[in-house]
C-alpha cells in the first residue's frame, strides 16, 4: 500500500498532472506488484517558486522538476527499486516529463505504520489479507 505524494507545478493541466499519477502507478503495478487497486496518491500543484531544486546537481541537467515521495512497506531489495526507478522514468517520459527532471524518494516502513481507515492496522490482520488476496508472507507485498 503505498502512498505517493507528487509535487509539481500548479500551471499543469489537469489531466497532464491526472496522466503523471496514472504513469507512476502504473510503474508500481507492473514493476514492483502493487494491486491495480491500491492506490493512494496526492498531488500537490506548487507555484514553480515554491520548487526548489539545484539545476545541475550531479551533472544533471533540470529545467522542470516533479517531485515524487513514496512511501511504502519495507523489504524490497535495492536492484527493484533501481529498475521502479527506470519505469517511472519511461513511463513519465512516454507523456513528455523529461527524466531529468524527475526527482524520487522512497521511505519504507513496516506494516504496524499503516492504517487505512476505521483506526485499524489492516495491514497485520492475515485473516482479512488473505480475503482480498493478499499474502502477508511475502516480503515488502503491499
Known amino acids: 500500500m503505498p502512498l505517493v505524494r507528487i509535487s509539481l507545478r500548479d500551471n499543469l ?3 497532464h498532472q491526472r496522466a503523471i499519477a ?3 502507478h502504473n510503474a508500481l503495478v507492473t514493476t514492483i506488484g502493487i494491486p491495480p487497486g491500491d492506490r493512494f ?3 500537490e500543484p506548487r507555484r514553480p517558486a515554491d520548487l526548489i531544486f539545484d539545476p545541475d546537481y550531479l551533472g544533471i541537467e533540470r529545467r522542470d522538476v516533479i517531485f515524487l515521495q513514496i512511501t511504502l ?5 535495492p536492484e527493484l527499486k533501481q529498475r521502479l526507478y527506470r519505469t517511472i522514468a519511461t513511463e513519465l517520459s512516454a ?3 523529461r527524466p ?4 524520487i524518494t522512497l521511505t519504507e516502513n513496516d ?5 487505512i481507515g ?13 480475503r482480498h488476496g493478499i499474502s502477508p508472507a511475502t516480503p515488502g507485498a503491499d
Open 13 to 15: 493541466d489537469p489531466a
Open 22 to 24: 496514472d504513469a507512476v
Open 41 to 43: 496518491q496526492v498531488i
Open 73 to 77: 512497506v519495507r523489504g524490497r531489495p
Open 95 to 97: 507523456i513528455g516529463v
Open 100 to 103: 531529468e527532471d524527475i526527482v
Open 111 to 115: 506494516r504496524a505504520d499503516w492504517s
Open 118 to 130: 476505521n483506526g485499524h492496522a489492516q495491514l497485520l490482520d492475515t485473516e482479512l489479507l488473505a
